[in-house]
């Protein structure tokens, strides 16, 4: 009795405490297994009078938390286990700011009988809920068995997360054992309870996680194992259901440290710091009322892209590939300078013609230049119609470029210096030995002038 006001009492100091620090409001919906079962023994009870006994005085601790609503929903209490009433599941007493004797009076006066519908009830629960902007929904399912009643308390409960009603539910499992876990753990965050003790000491543990504040810095490091990277966004998605839950853009406090964030203790999370390319670190979980810290490797350095001299290009971009993979990664403007993670890269460099660069090296909190020559011009003036090709000519080799279809004017296409051939015929004359060939050179800066004839 003494070790039970012990906790209870350090409960109510930790949630008074950690309540100044919190905003939202939070709703907490306990589901009470109501079924004929809970007559089994636990100790020298049985687990309906633990349940009661227990239940009845954690709603007393929370008396006086005036962020915390209750309401209570019972399940499986209302038909004998013979009927079985797959609908049997009521919402006994709603959500109030002092609903608190009620619940208890509900709790007393309960009497076990039916059967066990989990999924229904969860179903059920989903309107218990008063439709408020930034509150806290959570259930927590106190059970003694299984699903009875061919419902998917799985597929219910990601329902409901993914609609935004609740978060992931609590379900404290009493007298299971260990191969039941499993079957729950799709459902929420799964808790055993065999002896009162041990439900006592887990019904705190949920209580707290459910209302406490938890914090977390996001420590990014470099090359050298220190937290120094910052100014990326990083996004918090629920690990079973793909939910955007947070998007920060991460920064170092006035200390040079990790800023702190506030996080909610009952998801799984993946979190996606968009680098470039992103990082994904997959499931991380929180515990609830702590400072938690997660690493991240993130090691970056810069990529300078410049044109030397006055560009010809309105847009020059490059397309950034992850030579390992093959995938574009990113499309970068010259003249620019953009953060990647330290590594390997193949650029695309879409001048005319396109240049390939391998290997290209990103250092730690180093800058790496690639530099292109200034392109030329190649004015083409025609008074008829023209098809026309531009090759590159290349240890003797010539590589398409570029095609062109002129009709009775100028074009001017920007060229990178090089050896160059013009393949050309009249439009007009349909006889394929008219084509005609000339090459010529594009210098940096400089404009080259061809008239056909």
Partial sequence: ???????????????????????????????????????????????????????????????????????????????????????????????????????????????????????????????????????????????????????????????????????????????????????????????????????????????????NNTSAQINLLDNYGKPTETDVNMTFTDAKTGKTLYNYVHTLNYRGNPDTLYIDPSYRYNIKVHTTPPIIQENVTFTAGKHNTVAIDAPQGYLNLQIDGITNYKNLQALVVDPKTKQIINVQDFNDKQKYLVGKYTLEILTLPRITQEQIDIYQDK????????????????RGNYVISVFQIKKGITYLVKNLSLTGNQNITVLQPGTYQLTYRDASVKETLTTKTTEFTIKSGEMKHITLK
């Fill in 367 to 382: 800058t790496t230049t690639l530099q292109v020559q200034q392109p030329g011009k190649l004015n083409i003036v025609t």
């Fill in 1 to 211: 009795m003494y070790k039970s006001k012990k906790i209870l009492t350090l409960l109510f100091f930790l949630i008074t405490g950690f309540a100044q620090a919190q905003t939202p409001k939070t709703r907490i919906l306990f589901v009470l297994d109501g079924s004929g079962s809970m007559y089994a023994k636990m100790g020298v009870d049985n687990r309906i009078t633990v349940a009661k006994r227990l239940l009845s005085r954690m709603v007393d601790s929370l008396k006086y938390q005036d962020e915390v609503e209750l309401a209570l929903r019972v399940y499986g209490h209302q038909s004998i286990k013979t009927d079985r009433n797959c609908k049997d599941t009521r919402l006994e007493v709603p959500f109030s700011q002092s609903n608190h004797a009620a619940i208890k009076e509900k709790i007393k006066n309960l009497r076990p009988k039916g059967t066990t519908l989990i999924a229904y009830s969860l179903q059920e629960a989903a309107y218990d809920f008063p439709k408020s902007p930034g509150v806290r929904n959570i259930i927590i399912l106190i059970t003694d068995g299984i699903e009875e009643c061919d419902g998917d308390p799985c597929a219910v409960s990601t329902a409901l997360q993914k609609q935004g009603v609740v978060l992931r539910p609590f379900i404290i499992g009493l007298g299971l054992t260990a191969e039941f876990k499993t079957q729950f753990e799709c459902v929420g965050r799964y808790f055993e309870a065999e002896t009162e003790d041990d439900f006592e000491e887990v019904l705190n543990v949920v209580i707290s996680q459910a209302i």
